[in-house]
């Protein structure tokens, strides 16, 4: 009775509020040297963190004082595949580890940048995650994930081969998904509602598992999925060989007049193209050393070899430093 006459049946609320100023939050000036023959660069979605593969090893640089750390895989593993989570300073990394039999498994660490922690993905009995390999030569090709359902999908095989598609809830459970037999391309996943997207080479149509017809522009012209945003909307571009002359932002359900249609000037490479999670479409112009933002067309310039984009700006390597240019 107390909480209904003093709460619930009251009809006066006080507040407390701040200002907080976006604009004055502090940003780190990025400029990271790396070795020579490092690869496989990425970026922490916000910029806080920079890595890179050097000798099969992962390293971490802390943006804000280029303090460097390395994520342990253990004896007889190698790195297969990493990504960074698209809203917080979390890596996943996937590895290959050989039994003394010599049977291949796929296997998982969860690194937290800022605790400088990894851990093994394990369920609830507190087995470690692991996906068992037919062939050797099988490999992580793909990850793409959702925070807002903790659901992750690892696209698993060899060139020339059909891949398998696995599914990880938040409770480290692995079950294989089903998808149409075909030639998989490109591979994203609806955020909100958990369905996984993929490009189907094979009949040149974007699919949803679950959903029976398949997604197609009306275009004569090639398809080519280049992600989804948080919103739940599906990026697919139009074009020949690679090059893309035509954005679609389209609907899982609804008709297409929910859709928008972009048209590119000049025919931009698939690679190029970057969708972020509140739905902007940047174009990297690597001949002007520019990268543009498709909507209101404002350009960014910056220096040296473009590597990659991430919420706020662009990472390039600029002598054999990773600098960043903020939007």
């Known amino acids: 009775f107390l909480f209904i006459d003093k709460f619930y049946l009251n009809d006066e609320t006080v507040f407390n509020t701040k200002k907080v100023d976006a604009a004055s939050k502090k940003v780190n000036k990025i400029n990271v040297e790396i070795p020579d023959g490092a690869d496989y660069t990425g970026v922490s979605y916000c910029g806080n963190y920079i890595s890179y593969c050097e000798i099969g090893t992962v390293k971490v640089v802390d943006t804000s004082n280029n303090k460097k750390k390395q994520i342990d895989l253990g004896s007889g593993c190698t790195l297969s595949m990493y990504k960074w989570l698209p809203d917080r300073d979390i890596m996943l990394v996937s590895y290959k580890y050989i039994d003394a039999s010599g049977k291949g498994y796929i296997k998982f660490k969860s690194y937290n940048a800022k605790k400088d922690e990894s851990t093994s993905l394990c369920n609830e009995k507190s087995k470690e995650l692991s996906i068992p390999l037919n062939d050797s030569g099988?490999?992580?090709?793909?990850?793409?994930?959702?925070?807002?359902?903790?659901?992750?999908?690892?696209?698993?095989?060899?060139?020339?081969?059909?891949?398998?598609?696995?599914?990880?809830?938040?409770?480290?459970?692995?079950?294989?998904?089903?998808?149409?037999?075909?030639?998989?391309?490109?591979?994203?996943?609806?955020?909100?509602?958990?369905?996984?997207?993929?490009?189907?080479?094979?009949?040149?149509?974007?699919?949803?598992?679950?959903?029976?017809?398949?997604?197609?522009?009306?275009?004569?012209?090639?398809?080519?999925?280049?992600?989804?945003?948080?919103?739940?909307?599906?990026?697919?571009?139009?074009?020949?060989?690679?090059?893309?002359?035509?954005?679609?932002?389209?609907?899982?359900?609804?008709?297409?007049?929910?859709?928008?249609?972009?048209n590119l000037s000049t025919p931009s490479d698939t690679k190029d193209i970057y969708i972020t999670r509140s739905g902007k479409i940047y174009i990297n112009e690597s001949g002007k050393s520019k990268v543009l933002e498709l909507e209101s067309g404002k350009e960014t310039d910056y220096k040296g070899t473009f590597v990659k984009i991430f919420d706020t700006g662009i990472i390039s390597n600029n002598k054999g430093k990773l600098t960043g240019t903020y939007f």
């Open 138 to 262: 099988s490999n992580v090709q793909n990850i793409t994930l959702s925070t807002a359902t903790n659901v992750t999908y690892v696209q698993v095989g060899k060139k020339g081969t059909l891949s398998k598609i696995y599914r990880i809830n938040v409770m480290a459970q692995l079950e294989a998904t089903k998808y149409a037999s075909c030639i998989l391309g490109n591979i994203s996943v609806v955020n909100k509602e958990d369905k996984l997207v993929y490009e189907d080479r094979s009949s040149n149509r974007i699919r949803v598992v679950g959903i029976t017809n398949a997604i197609a522009t009306g275009e004569n012209a090639t398809h080519y999925l280049l992600g989804t945003d948080d919103e739940d909307m599906i990026y697919i571009g139009n074009g020949e060989d690679n090059k893309v002359s035509k954005i679609f932002s389209a609907t899982i359900t609804g008709s297409k007049s929910q859709w928008k249609t972009y």
